[in-house]
Structure formats: C-alpha cells, structure tokens
C-alpha cells in the first residue's frame, strides 16, 4: 500500500520541488534526475503543448508545470514503471503542493498524453503485422 513515506514519493516531491525553484531561477542544487529532466526540457515542453493546447506553457502554474514535467519525463523517456502508476503519483502530488483544479488539469493532461502513447504504440504494432 502506498503511504506518503513511501521512499519513491519523497524523492518525487524533492524533485518537484527542485524544478518548482527552477523555474523562478537556474539552481546549482539539481540531482540527477532533475538534471535529467532539465535536459529534455524542450521536448517535455513540446508535449505539453500537445497534450494541453490550451494551456500555453508559460501560463501554467508552476507547481502544474514542475508536476507535469516530471510525469511527462517519467512516461516518455525514463519509462521505468507503468504509466497509470506515474499519473496517480502525479495526482497525489498535485493534490499535495498544488491548488484546487491542480489534480483535475494534472489527470486530464496526463490522461490525454497515455491516450497519444497507447495510439502509438497500437499503430506500431499493426506496421508489424
């Protein structure tokens, strides 16, 4: 059963919390994965465009934008654990630092991102076949 102390969560926050800072000033503090992160930022922000077009990447509230960024990271490039868990990680993460809508745009967003994933991966099996 997952518990806030479960150590996976408390390295998430931590990180969330390193790109939240990031994003009002460059820090020297970053850890691996932010780093990571960091990196890949142009195509995380490119999907986020795709995933929410509504949502301009700049209007974001930080906090949704630090959450989502490490979610996007988790799903398309590290894709070390299973998306559904990621994106319920993602929600309990948004409920705990973001703001009343945070968990709403946050499953909506991610949502729409496991749906672009699933038709990929649907379409590069029947190339097979």
């Known amino acids: ?14 990180i969330v919390q390193m790109l939240f800072s990031h994003s009002f000033r460059d820090q020297n503090n970053k850890n691996e994965k932010t780093s990571e992160i960091l990196k890949n930022i142009s195509i995380i922000d490119e999907t986020i465009k795709e ?44 409920k705990e630092f973001g703001g009343e809508s945070s968990p709403n745009f946050i499953n909506g967003a991610l949502g729409n991102l496991l749906k672009k994933i699933n038709t990929n991966t649907t379409k590069q099996e029947q190339k097979k076949h």
């Not at 398309?76 to 868990?85: A, D, L, M, N, T």
């Open 51 to 94: 995933i929410a077009p509504e949502f301009p990447v700049e209007k974001i509230n930080k906090v949704d934008l630090a959450i989502l960024r490490l979610a996007i990271y988790e799903m398309v490039i590290y894709r070390k654990e299973p998306s559904k868990v990621i994106i319920d990680e993602a929600i309990e993460l948004a």
């Open 1 to 14: 059963m997952k518990t806030p102390y479960d150590p996976r969560h408390k390295k998430r926050q931590k």
